[in-house]
């Protein structure tokens, strides 16, 4: 079994930008990893392309051919199905996990068998949600950090994520799935910043 499955949604992603966060999953310092990258609701040639010149045996593509939506949370919860890891990590198609991200959060939850999921921290370049107007996620069970839990904050065991399920719910799909996330299992902090939210 692979270690950790890093789960990627793209749609129009500037390749560029994309290329940033390929770059920072092959920089990683655990090896034992995967690399599930989906556009939702079209096949991109673009992202097909950049798959081929930045080959990793690791590194996988797909499409979806109808768009699942709920902003990302739509194929997360394809990607969870596929996902061959022991752990799962969701990284958006703009962000970047700093080189020790998989081998801390893997490490946290090996020594914590009692944890459904990890919360690392995050360095956090964008507009948070007070200052683009959406209101904070408070999620019960887990005490807020900044305004919200972003998805690229936890790793989740696939058999939790699993007994959990996604909860589809538009905008706030990832907030509503982690504080169920919250209720049923426990949960560990490890306090390091490990990813760069942009």
């Not at 991109?44 to 590194?59: A, F, G, K, S, W």
């Not at 596929?82 to 998989?102: K, S, V």
């Not at 399920?165 to 390091?192: C, M, N």
């Amino acid at each position: 079994m692979t270690k950790i499955s890093i789960l990627t949604p793209t749609l129009n992603r500037d390749p560029r930008v994309l290329e940033r966060c390929f770059r920072s999953v092959a920089g990683q310092t655990l090896k034992d990893w995967e690399h599930l990258v989906c556009s939702d609701g079209q096949r991109e040639l673009v992202v097909e392309q950049l798959v081929q010149r930045l080959y990793d045996p690791r590194r996988k593509y797909s499409y979806l051919s109808q768009l699942a939506g709920h902003y990302g949370a739509g194929v997360r919860a394809v990607l969870t199905d596929r996902a061959a890891g022991e752990y799962l990590a969701f990284l958006d198609d703009d962000n970047i996990l700093f080189p020790r991200f998989a081998e801390r959060m893997t490490e946290a939850l090996d020594r914590h068998p009692e944890a459904g999921f990890a919360i690392c921290q995050v360095v956090h370049c964008g507009p948070l949600p007070l200052e683009t107007g959406l209101p904070p996620m408070i999620i019960t069970g887990i005490p807020p950090v900044l305004y919200n839990i972003d998805t690229l904050q936890v790793v989740v065991r696939k058999q939790a994520i699993q007994q959990t399920r996604w909860q589809l719910r538009g905008y706030q799909s990832d907030g509503h799935t982690y504080e169920k996330l919250a209720r049923e299992h426990r949960w560990i902090a490890v306090e390091e910043v490990l990813a760069l939210k942009i």
